[in-house]
């Protein structure tokens, strides 16, 4: 890395900590041509990113050795642990079988390193946990307050609240009953801002939909970068 692009690394992150957003990488490991839109307070630790166009919510951390592939989205106030892989290709993409060999002759250098937008980039909703190890597919869905167990590999669309595990990744059980489900979702909690959502009784999900319906939306500070710029969102 040069003079240059290490002080380039540094003034972005002086920047980005400003907005309480931390990143184990300088921008100069995004992908080329891809962009991140992020909003306040998220915490990523990625090893490897080959999105095209990533938007993550506020107070969202990601843990070390995640890789981030083909995936646009991931909501506010989620939870993804270390070494969980995001967007993994579902198909023969770089090792074909229908060839002599399955070995990547076809790749060189110049194959861009940014994963083709309309392929099915995964979408993630609010408040969803993801364990260890985890791995989700390309064109996967997770629904808001879902739970992916470590070492799960995600195939299909998993429902809001839905708790799924195994390989591949089956229902084991929804965290609330549908009614209380549905009016967790109705709620849009996740428009709270966390210093008045940690004032609030969250062990009590009924006392909660009570007392949120006295708070105001927060307005949580943006920011977009590319592999050699950065600027907040007005």
């Not at 300088?26 to 080329?32: H, S």
């Not at 990523?44 to 990601?62: C, D, N, P, Q, W």
């Not at 981030?68 to 939870?79: A, D, K, P």
Request: aromatic fraction near 8%.
């Amino acid at each position: 890395m040069g003079l240059f692009a290490r002080i380039k690394n540094q003034i972005s992150k002086y920047w980005l900590r400003r907005m309480g957003i931390k990143l184990s990488f300088g921008i100069d490991a995004l992908p080329r041509n891809g962009r991140m839109v992020l909003e306040e307070g998220t915490s990523i630790h990625s090893r490897i990113m080959k999105f095209h166009e990533l938007r993550v919510g506020a107070r969202t951390y990601i843990r070390s050795g995640s890789e981030l592939l083909n995936v646009r989205e991931i909501g506010r106030f989620c939870s993804i642990s270390n070494n969980v892989v995001i967007g993994q290709s579902r198909g023969e993409q770089g090792h074909p079988m229908s060839w002599v060999s399955t070995y990547p002759f076809q790749v060189d250098a110049a194959v861009p390193d940014v994963a083709d937008p309309g392929a099915g980039g995964v979408r993630i909703g609010h408040d969803v946990w993801i364990g260890r190890d985890a791995m989700i597919m390309e064109g996967v869905s997770i629904g808001t307050g879902a739970v992916i167990a470590g070492r799960s590999v995600v195939t299909r669309d998993v429902p809001e609240y839905a708790v799924v595990a195994g390989i591949p990744a089956r229902l084991i059980r929804y965290r609330h009953p549908p009614e209380l489900a549905s009016r967790l979702l109705e709620s849009c909690w996740w428009d709270i801002h966390e210093a008045d959502l940690k004032k609030m009784p969250m062990n009590d999900p009924a006392s909660f939909l009570e007392s949120i319906k006295k708070q105001r939306p927060a307005k949580y500070r943006t920011c977009i970068l590319t592999k050699s710029s950065w600027r907040r969102v007005e």
